[in-house]
């Protein structure tokens, strides 16, 4: 373990590497994945990254692992339906990937996005992550009885709403969100009157 004069001691290991990074990417995009600003960020030496790291692609490919599996295994778990709970499996997907509480990782999400533009390594892994999305949120729909295209096109229009509803912070234009918000999930859910 290393730490500067005054810091806590942090147990460094590659998921401690890993994690900062994630962390630096949310609040500073891309340009923080720089070792030496995670290892400024971590109160350590740069010459300890190179006890966990071959080099700065290898913590890259690790960071966007990270990500992919993180994202994925909770896209699964918040689509993850018994039997007749599936219309309630949708609501609770819309409502938590639209809820305030995402705001960690909204920019985490955005700063990959970004990085993706320029990295073809990171696109491909977002397209991964998309893709997922779309076939979870698409057999959910199917569940409750919607032929397989409009399925399909509620799907991404389930994730359209959520990250343009997260990006444009609604609240401040709609007089009564929550009744907004409710009237939105019950049309991408296909459960409006």
């Given at each position: ?28 995009g891309p ?95 977002v397209e ?66």
């Open positions: 373990m290393e730490t500067s004069p005054g810091q806590k001691p942090l147990p460094l290991d590659r998921n401690t590497w890993i994690k900062g990074a994630l962390t630096a990417l949310g609040d500073q340009a923080g994945l720089r070792v030496e600003v995670l290892a400024k960020r971590l109160h350590v030496t740069k010459g300890s990254f190179y006890w966990h790291f071959r080099d700065r692609r290898d913590l890259l490919n690790a960071v966007l692992d990270e990500w992919k599996d993180g994202r994925i295994h909770d896209i699964r778990k918040q689509t993850t339906a018994a039997a007749g709970g599936e219309r309630a499996a949708l609501r609770h997907t819309i409502e938590v990937y639209s809820a305030s509480r995402n705001r960690k990782g909204l920019p985490i999400e955005l700063a990959v996005r970004e990085w993706a533009r320029h990295d073809a390594r990171a696109a491909a892994v991964e992550v998309d893709a997922e999305r779309l076939l979870c949120a698409e057999r959910l729909f199917q569940l409750v009885g919607m032929p397989a295209g409009q399925a399909k096109a509620r799907s991404i229009l389930l994730y359209a709403y959520v990250f343009g509803f997260s990006l444009m912070r609604c609240d401040r234009f709609a007089g009564d969100i929550d009744a907004a918000k409710d009237w939105i999930v019950d049309a991408v859910a296909g459960t409006t009157p």
